[in-house]
């Protein structure tokens, strides 16, 4: 069974955007997406990565 992780870095959508070089509105959309699945919980602080292997 999976573990849960949690990704203890104070990142903004827009460092994230730079990061993987696309549009802010996508990162949102993303995250948004993978919180109703139920694969991730973030807030502005954490992102708790609830189901590892939907993101391999």
């Known amino acids: ?3 849960e992780r949690d990704i203890g870095l104070n990142l903004t959508h827009q460092d994230i955007t ?5 549009a802010r509105q996508t990162v949102a959309t993303t995250f948004n997406s993978l919180e109703q699945d139920r694969v991730i919980t ?3 602080r954490l992102i708790l990565v609830r189901v590892l292997t939907v993101l391999n």
Do not use: G
């Not at 730079?18 to 696309?22: G, L, M």
């Open 42 to 44: 973030y807030d502005r």
């Open 18 to 22: 730079s990061f993987v070089a696309t």
């Open 1 to 3: 069974m999976d573990k």
